[in-house]
C-alpha cells in the first residue's frame, strides 16, 4: 500500500510564502513524476506544478515565477516553495505521486495525499 502525506499548509496574508511537503511510504518500488495540484471551492481540480524523477518541471502559467517545486527522491519526498502568495491561491493542495509497486508492472499514476488547506487573506 502507498501513502502519501502532506503538510505545510496554513493561512498566510497577501505576499507571504508557504512551504508544502509530501513524502510518499509504503511498498515502493519507484516513483516517477510528483506534484502538487489544488482545488478551490466550487473548481475542478488543477496542476499546480509536476517534477519527474530526473528533475523536469512544469509549472501552471498562475504559478509561474512564484512557486517551485523540488524533491528529494532518495527520501521520496516532493516539496512546494510558494512566494507572494494571492488571495486566488487559496485551496486544498494535494499531492500525486506516479508510483511502480511491482518491477515490470504498470506505473499507477493515481496516488493522491488527504490534501492540505493554504488560505491566503488579510
Known amino acids: 500500500q502507498v501513502q502519501l502525506v502532506e503538510s505545510g499548509g496554513g493561512l498566510v496574508q497577501p505576499g507571504g510564502s508557504l512551504r508544502l511537503s509530501c513524502r510518499a511510504s509504503?511498498?515502493?518500488?519507484?516513483?516517477?513524476?510528483m506534484g502538487w495540484y489544488r482545488q478551490a471551492p466550487g473548481k475542478q481540480r488543477e496542476l499546480v506544478a509536476t517534477?519527474?524523477?530526473?528533475?523536469?518541471?512544469n509549472y501552471a502559467d498562475s504559478t509561474k515565477g512564484r512557486f517551485t517545486i523540488s524533491r528529494d527522491n532518495a527520501k521520496k519526498e516532493v516539496f512546494l516553495q510558494m512566494n507572494n502568495l494571492e488571495p486566488e491561491d487559496t485551496a486544498v493542495y494535494y499531492c500525486n505521486a506516479a508510483v511502480t509497486v511491482v518491477p515490470g508492472t504498470a506505473r499507477n499514476p493515481n496516488y493522491w495525499g488527504q490534501g492540505t488547506q493554504v488560505t491566503v487573506s488579510p
Open positions: 517534477i519527474t524523477s530526473g528533475g523536469s518541471r
Open positions: 509504503g511498498s515502493i518500488f519507484s516513483i516517477d513524476t
